[in-house]
């Protein structure tokens, strides 16, 4: 859905840099969240923020951190990027902590 | 511990041959149950929202229906173009985020 987009779409990178990835959404949503995507695992949520600066952690927060300065960008950042890391990550977008959540395109992210 | 289990992982089905798609759970409390789409390299496109027993929703080709213990999404008379990850979400009360099945793979031949 073109409300929703996420940059890089794909990125290599080296274990201990750091990477950002951003989300950005045209809907005013006041809900957004990470989740990454791994074979033999379903869908998992990271962070998520339910306005602008107010975020809480998900299941598999560790090793990364979120900020949201503005209602429509939710950025997601891996402080020292691991291998473990290597991923598909995805944003999604919701009026309300119990709504539909719509997803964006994803981000490839490979950890070297 | 809250679960969701898709059954079964993956499904090859010819050109209107008609099938089910099953989605169990176990949770503490259930606010919705979402069923979504996923074609290869895109993210998930949603398709349902079922939140009480005995709830069912239609859309094209898929039908899906709710009980207390599982959900199923029916596929009647299903295209090349159904070939794609159904992925199976849970919402928890209490709870922000979805949980996910692993999903099931469906391939349609022509």
């Known amino acids: 859905d073109a409300g929703i987009t996420q940059s890089p779409r794909h990125k290599v990178t080296e274990t201990g840099t750091p990477v950002t990835l951003r989300c950005h959404q045209t809907?005013?949503?006041?809900?957004m969240y990470w989740y990454r995507q791994d074979p033999g695992h379903g869908l998992r949520l990271i962070h998520y923020?339910?306005?602008?600066?107010?975020?809480d952690k998900g299941e598999v927060s560790d090793g990364y951190s979120v900020s949201r300065s503005k209602t429509e960008d939710f950025l997601l950042t891996l402080e020292s990027a691991t291998s473990s890391q290597t991923s598909v990550y995805f944003c999604?977008?919701?009026?309300?902590?119990?709504?539909?959540?719509?997803f964006g395109p994803g981000t490839r992210l490979t950890v070297l | 511990e809250d679960q969701v289990t898709q059954s079964p992982e993956a499904l090859r089905l010819q050109e209107g041959e008609s099938s089910s798609l099953n989605c169990s759970y176990t949770v503490s409390g259930l606010r919705g149950l979402f069923w979504y789409r996923q074609d290869p390299g895109k993210g998930p496109e949603f398709l349902f929202t079922l939140y009480s027993a005995g709830e069912e929703k239609e859309k094209e080709r898929l039908k899906a229906t709710l009980t207390k213990k599982e959900s199923f999404l029916h596929i009647t008379a299903p295209k090349p173009e159904d070939s794609a990850t159904y992925l199976c979400a849970v919402q928890v009360s209490g709870a922000n985020n979805l949980f996910f099945g692993t999903g099931t793979r469906l391939t349609v031949i022509p």
């Open positions: 809907e005013n949503h006041r809900y």
């Open positions: 923020s339910y306005g602008v600066k107010d975020t």
């Open positions: 999604a977008m919701g009026t309300s902590g119990a709504d539909t959540q719509y």
